[in-house]
């Protein structure tokens, strides 16, 4: 069993930044990718972006490439997503989620798929609220 919690969010100006944290408890070492997700009104839930837990390879969302910064500390659990030159569409509800398969990491796209969605598969967090004016 894992659990996640999030902080971080909160409202900012276009153009400012947000450093949202996720921290894992329980059983973490069955934990392979980390992935932040963002879900507006209206629209799909997206995967903005992911980090395998043992490479630390990286992938992210073309839409938040080269504002978005997605890192680890493994020693203490938690991931990070640090969010820079915010823009009015990157108002979301923000989740973390870890999965425990580690093919969730793999690949030069990412589906949101039962890697994700199914609970046998991954841990989500609550999710926290980023607005951006």
């Known amino acids: 069993q894992v659990q996640l919690v999030e902080s971080g969010g909160g409202s900012v100006q276009a153009g400012g930044s947000l450093r949202l944290s996720c921290t894992a408890s329980g059983h973490t070492y069955n934990i392979d990718c980390m992935g932040w997700f963002r879900q507006a009104p209206g629209k799909e839930r997206e995967g903005v972006a992911r980090?395998?837990?043992?490479?630390?390879?990286?992938y992210y969302a073309d839409s938040v490439k080269g504002r978005f910064t997605i890192s680890q500390d493994n020693a203490k659990n938690t991931v990070y997503l640090q969010m820079d030159n915010l823009e009015p569409e990157d108002t979301a509800m923000y989740y973390c989620?870890?999965?425990?398969?580690?093919?969730?990491?793999?690949?030069?796209?990412?589906?949101?798929?039962?890697?994700?969605?199914?609970?046998?598969?991954?841990?989500w967090g609550q999710g926290t609220q980023v607005t951006v004016s």
């Open positions: 989620a870890a999965s425990f398969i580690r093919t969730a990491c793999y690949g030069g796209k990412w589906i949101v798929n039962r890697l994700w969605l199914d609970r046998a598969n991954a841990a």
């Open positions: 980090i395998a837990t043992g490479s630390g390879n990286t």
